[in-house]
Structure formats: structure tokens, C-alpha cells
């Protein structure tokens, strides 16, 4: 049988978490949280008694469409914490009716048809990897059309004068890697969600991806956006750069599928990379570790990776002591060589107080061929076990679904002046709901990208909750931190989409005349109020 992505678990069902892996994890729990747990089992598609299919397609739509129960279930929700509780309970109560597989634009205009004269919502789904309720679907509607994007995967063209591709927007990101690479090409997008997440989806959740400065956005590899709506065709010129107005690459990007569906983009590639420098440096206190990262990001030395681990983030995900904060810094090119831009770097961390041996700095001269080169500098030590730590994460997660463990994380950005007081105040308010709620907990933090006038913070929050409760405990502790956020004058979110978990704080975040702008563009694209109800505004 093929192997195909799990209903319930993050990845496919060949990498669902064993009973060993289960129960490892389980008395991983047990220990830390000094409490017997025991290990639950997984949900079966046969058990979760899905509501019967409230529609049909007309029969034009027959070659794309399905209500196979596999498909509905995969499709009705993302991978938040929410999410993840609700599938292990085989909790399914509002699947899509219908999931549609559109080939080509001229289906998704029938798909749109269909749906705007039935008054069925059209739910645009990519790789399904949400952690903020993107893709659920809205309740109150009495049909729900899924149409997911991945069949619309092609490279069609690239550029290699201008270093751009025209992409469909259903490529998953390993398969765009694996079509811009014959080209000795790559785009070097890599959200932690890039093994199913797509191009669409980077564009309209405004994704954050590799880079730690500069590129730090989808946003820096748009030329041209492309999208079908209910009322015409979006599309921009390709061009480098444009003074021309309010542009509308800007309203689709982070447009979280309201507005129309993505469906190809021009997108900046560049050549693979084959000389990198990388290190960590240790630091004393996560203060100090953030006046290094400032440092080098005002130097505008724009390393690709310039990450902040504060003690407890680095003990969890590089195994040190618990009492050190450590900043990875790396640099690449395909062209030039990164030995001097890294010494740089690393004279700015020392003078902040930074402790590094030189043979700790790794050095990769090109390769005689980027093409097929692997990747060493970055891999070795804590570098190495924090990129596997990440890349591990969402996997981890699965095995200690069902034990009550309430695991989750929140990002945001704050200017410099500010980010002490706030870190502090965000912290306080997590740690306080946690001790609350559940009577402990941890909460530690790093930053994923790096701004000359700002960090984007990351935390990650770990409590033990109730089984049968851990929404509601969840809930209260997400509220406590998300009101922190916005009172220290911090953004909902960074880079993880605002969805329909984030809209109460969006709605608080977004200037009122902004709103009703939106309310005013969407309602000239999509006069039907179909595509994704609910998400960034009110139908």
C-alpha cells in the first residue's frame, strides 16, 4: 500500500510513533512530571464516525472531487495543539463534505462557481501543516468544500539570467527543491514545516523560512503572485521592484486564503550553496546572547543563521548544562567565501562577552560541485543537535499525544528598546497561567530571526494537564501569553498566520480602518463571502 500522510499524527503513517516509542515517551513524562502516566492508543479512521457528506458535486466536477473518509478526516484540520488533541480523541465533528484535487485554473474556476452559487465555503488547503487553525473548517455553513492545492506542483519555468521560477503553488517544498535542483538552483525556503507545506502556503500565511536576517520572509521571493477569485483573475507584473501604488502582491501575501487562491508564483531563486562558516558561542545569560545577536544584525553582516537559545531552549534542544545561552551563527554563499564574514561575526559576540574556541568555527570551502554537495559546516556539536532537535520536533510531539502533556509554542517580534521588559513580561504571564492552571510548568524561548532593530522570540511552553481537559487548560494558558504579547506591544504573530486561533488578538493588533479596507477588498473578490470564513475578518 502507499504510503501516505497520517490523519492524525504530523508526517506519514509509515512514521506514526510505535507502541515502544509511546511508551518511552510516556515514562519520559512520568519522570519529569513525578506522576505515573499511562500510554493511550491512537485513534483507527474506522472509529471516528465521520458526519455523512451533506453534498454532492455536480458531475462535471466528478474527475476531482472525493468524500472518501480518509480524505475528509486528513483534511479537516492542521497540526496546532488543538488540532493534535482533538484528532487523538477521534474528535471530527465538522469534516469537509467534499475535498476537491484541482488540476489546472480552469477547475478551480468551476470549483469557486459551484461553491459561490451554492453558498458552500471553499476552504484553500496547501500542506495542511497550520498551527493556528487556517485550514479547519468554519462552522454554520451547511456545505464545506476542501480544495486542496498539492496536484498544482510544477516548476514551469525558470530564469536563469534573472535567478527566478514561475512555480505552481501547490509544491510542497521538497518538491520544488527537487525541481530547481537539476537546475543547480535553489529558493533556500525552509520553514520548520517545509517537508508539507507549500508555496501557496508560504505566500498567504506570509511565512518566515532560513534566514535569520535579511530574507527572513516569503515576502523577499515574490516577483509575481498569481490567484484565481471568485470574481477574476489576480496577477501582477513580474518585476524586481515597483512604485506603482499599493501593490497587490502585498494584499495577497498573508491574505490566508480569503481574498482567492494562489495558484503559481514568480519566486527569487538563487545558487546552491557551497561555501558556509558556522558556529555557537556561549554566553553567560540570555541578555548578553541578545546584545550579540544585535550587534551583528546593526553590522548588517546578514548571516543566514543567527539563532538565540536561552538556558533552558538550550538545554532541551542542543544538550547543554542548563545554565548557558548559546548563539549559532551561520553564513553561506554560493559565490564568495564566508571566512572573514564569520570572524566578523564572532568578534562581535566576543566583545558582548561570548566565550568560542577557534577550532569550534567550521569552515566549508565550495565544493567542485553544489549540485550534489552536502552540507557539513552547521552540523557538528550543540549546531548540530539544536538543527536535529527542530527538524525532530513536530515528530516528537506525536509520541506523547494522549498523556495530558500540554506542549506548545507562540512567536513574535519587539523592537530592541523594549524586548527585555517584555521578554520578562511575556514569561511572567505564561509561567503564572501554568502555575495556575496546572501547577507548573516551563517556558523558555529563542529567537528564530534577527532584525537590526529587533528579535522575533519564540517560547515554548510545557505543563502537564488533565487528560480530557487540556483545551481548556491550554486555552487559558495561550490567552494569558497572547494578552502579554500584545500588551508589551509585540505582534500576534511573526510568521505562523493569524488563523482562527489568533483572531481575537489580531482584531486588537490591526488599526480599524484597516479592517474595514479588507472587509471592503474582499467583499469586491469574493461577494459571496466563501473562500475561508472567518479567518482575518468577519464574513
Known amino acids: 500500500m502507499t504510503d501516505r500522510r497520517s490523519f492524525w499524527a504530523w508526517g506519514m503513517e509509515s512514521r506514526e510513533p510505535t507502541k515502544a516509542r509511546r511508551e518511552a515517551a510516556a515514562k519520559a513524562m512520568s519522570e519529569r512530571f513525578s506522576v505515573s502516566l499511562a500510554v493511550a492508543s491512537p485513534p483507527s479512521l474506522s472509529e471516528i464516525g465521520l458526519r455523512a457528506p451533506r453534498i454532492s458535486a455536480p458531475d462535471s466536477l466528478a474527475a476531482i472531487v472525493t468524500t472518501d ?23 471530527f465533528p465538522n469534516p469537509p463534505d467534499v475535498v476537491a484535487y484541482p488540476r489546472d485554473e480552469a477547475d478551480i474556476v468551476a470549483l469557486l462557481d459551484w461553491c459561490g452559487g451554492a453558498g458552500y465555503a471553499a476552504i484553500p488547503f496547501g500542506g495542511g501543516s497550520s498551527v493556528v487553525g487556517g485550514v479547519e473548517p468554519p462552522e454554520g455553513h451547511d456545505g464545506i468544500v476542501t480544495i486542496d492545492m498539492t496536484r498544482m506542483d510544477r516548476v514551469l519555468e525558470v530564469d536563469d539570467i534573472s535567478r527566478a521560477a514561475r512555480v505552481q503553488a501547490g509544491a510542497l517544498g521538497p518538491v520544488l527543491e527537487s525541481q530547481l535542483r537539476p537546475h543547480g538552483f535553489t529558493m533556500r525556503h525552509f520553514p520548520q514545516s517545509f517537508e508539507f507545506s507549500t508555496v501557496g502556503g508560504w505566500i498567504v500565511t506570509r511565512s518566515g ?56 508564483a514568480w519566486m527569487r531563486i538563487q545558487g546552491r550553496p557551497g561555501f558556509r562558516a558556522s558556529t555557537a558561542v556561549s554566553f553567560s545569560s540570555l541578555q548578553a546572547a541578545s546584545d550579540a545577536a544585535r550587534g551583528i544584525a546593526q553590522a548588517k553582516l546578514w548571516p543566514a543563521n543567527l539563532r538565540v537559545l536561552d538556558p533552558g531552549e538550550g538545554e532541551a534542544m542542543a544538550g547543554l548544562d542548563g545554565r548557558t545561552a548559546i548563539l549559532i551563527i551561520g553564513f553561506e554563499s554560493a559565490d564568495v567565501p564566508q571566512d572573514a564574514f564569520i570572524k566578523e561575526a564572532v568578534s562581535i559576540a566576543r566583545d558582548a562577552g561570548g566565550q568560542v574556541d577557534d577550532d569550534e568555527i567550521v569552515i566549508s570551502p565550495a565544493p567542485s560541485d553544489a549540485k550534489t554537495s552536502s552540507d557539513p559546516a552547521g552540523r557538528q556539536g550543540a549546531v548540530g543537535a539544536w538543527r536535529q532537535a527542530f527538524i525532530d520536533l513536530p515528530y516528537d510531539w506525536n509520541d506523547i499525544a494522549g498523556l495530558g502533556v500540554i506542549a506548545d509554542t507562540f512567536e513574535t517580534s519587539i523592537t530592541w528598546d523594549r524586548w527585555p521588559e517584555f521578554d520578562r513580561s511575556v514569561r511572567a504571564a505564561t509561567q503564572d497561567a501554568m502555575d495556575r492552571v496546572c501547577g507548573g510548568g516551563t517556558v523558555t524561548a529563542r529567537f528564530t530571526h534577527v532584525y537590526p532593530d529587533g528579535p522575533a522570540p519564540y517560547y515554548s511552553f510545557t505543563a502537564l494537564g488533565k487528560p480530557g481537559s487540556e483545551l481548556t487548560q491550554w486555552a487559558e494558558i495561550k490567552k494569558a501569553a497572547s494578552d502579554a504579547v500584545i500588551a508589551g506591544g509585540g505582534t500576534i504573530t511573526h510568521h505562523h498566520a493569524v488563523g482562527r486561533e489568533h483572531r481575537p488578538w489580531y482584531d486588537k493588533q490591526r488599526p480599524d480602518p484597516f479592517a474595514a479596507a479588507l472587509r471592503a477588498a474582499k467583499k469586491a473578490v469574493d461577494p459571496a463571502g466563501i473562500l475561508n470564513p472567518g479567518v482575518l475578518i468577519d464574513p
Not at 72 to 77: Q, S, T
Not at 219 to 242: H, K, N, Q, Y
Open 69 to 91: 473518509p480518509y480524505e475528509r478526516a486528513f483534511h479537516a484540520y492542521g497540526h496546532s495543539f488543538r488540532d493534535r488533541v482533538r484528532k487523538f480523541a477521534g474528535d
Open 209 to 264: 523560512g532560513h534566514y535569520a536576517t535579511n530574507h527572513t520572509h516569503i515576502d523577499e521571493f515574490i516577483e509575481s503572485v498569481r490567484m484565481v477569485t471568485p470574481a477574476g483573475l489576480w496577477e501582477s507584473f513580474r518585476l524586481p521592484g515597483s512604485g506603482a501604488g499599493p501593490s497587490p502582491d502585498r494584499l495577497a501575501l498573508g491574505s490566508e486564503g480569503i481574498l482567492g487562491i494562489v495558484t503559481e
